[in-house]
């Protein structure tokens, strides 16, 4: 009995270390789980999750010394790149940057990435609010950008926003009329954003949203060369 119970606190010792990688297969989960929304189509049942997680176990390389921390690792990207491999092959083209997006987003919720992610960022991005409260001063600049550019300036980051847009309107309007914006620095000291995606994309998604799909699929690929998805595609 005495080594009954010797036992069993090795096991549950053991069992703790992977518990990372069971919290990577619930998020991933989860995410599968709300495709549907999007397409009735995409559903998902726990035995065909169960075949990609058991799948992507088997072609996880196991470190040739035995290193534990470094297994954990390997077996969370092969998660990943698992997951997103095997579903995206049933998405149509449109909806496969939905769902890289979603794990990306969710992997900086967690922390997991180099940049984290604040929800009420990620719920602006989502519902992009827009306020009414004062006319729209800058002649070139559509009203819905204004009132989501007020909006935006609730968040203590972005509380000069709207008087620098003013201010400086003709800087603003070249960054807002060049044909990838996303790709260029915004005028005055918001140029800092480049090194805050996510914050850049929401300046993107009020000003020119019709660029913001391009940009989700910069930001994304930029977390996957600084924090973990691999390719270009898909996360690792």
């Known amino acids: 009995m005495e080594k009954g119970k010797e036992t069993e606190v090795k096991i549950n010792k053991s069992r703790e270390v992977y518990r990372p990688v069971a919290a990577e297969g619930a998020m991933l989960y989860f995410i599968l789980t709300q495709l549907s929304t999007i397409d009735h189509m995409y559903r998902y049942s726990l035995g065909a999750f169960m075949k990609f997680f058991y799948k992507a176990i088997a ?13 954990i690792t390997n077996l969370v990207e092969s998660l990943r790149l ?10 149509f083209e449109k909806h496969k ?10 992997l900086m919720k967690r922390g997991k990435l180099t940049m984290e992610l604040k929800n009420e960022h990620y719920q602006f991005l989502i519902r992009r609010p827009k306020k009414l409260d004062d006319d729209n001063p800058v002649d070139w600049l559509p009203n819905s950008a204004w009132y989501s550019i007020l909006a935006l300036g609730e968040f203590e980051e972005f509380a000069k926003l709207q008087s ?7 800087r603003f309007m070249e960054w807002f009329n060049h044909i990838a914006p996303e790709n260029e620095k915004l005028p005055l000291d918001w140029a800092g954003l480049d090194k805050t995606p996510f914050l850049k994309l929401l300046v993107i998604s ?6 913001l799909t391009v940009a989700c699929a910069s930001l994304c690929s930029k977390r996957s060369r600084t924090g973990r998805p691999s390719s270009s595609a898909a996360p690792s």
């Open 164 to 170: 620098d847009i003013h201010e400086a309107s003709s």
């Open 97 to 106: 940057l939905i769902l890289l997006c979603q794990i990306t987003f969710q």
């Open 59 to 71: 072609l996880a390389e196991e470190p040739e010394d035995g290193d534990v921390p470094k297994r």
């Open 206 to 211: 009020c000003l020119r949203p019709d660029r």
């Open 82 to 91: 698992t997951i997103y491999t095997m579903v995206s092959r049933g998405l």
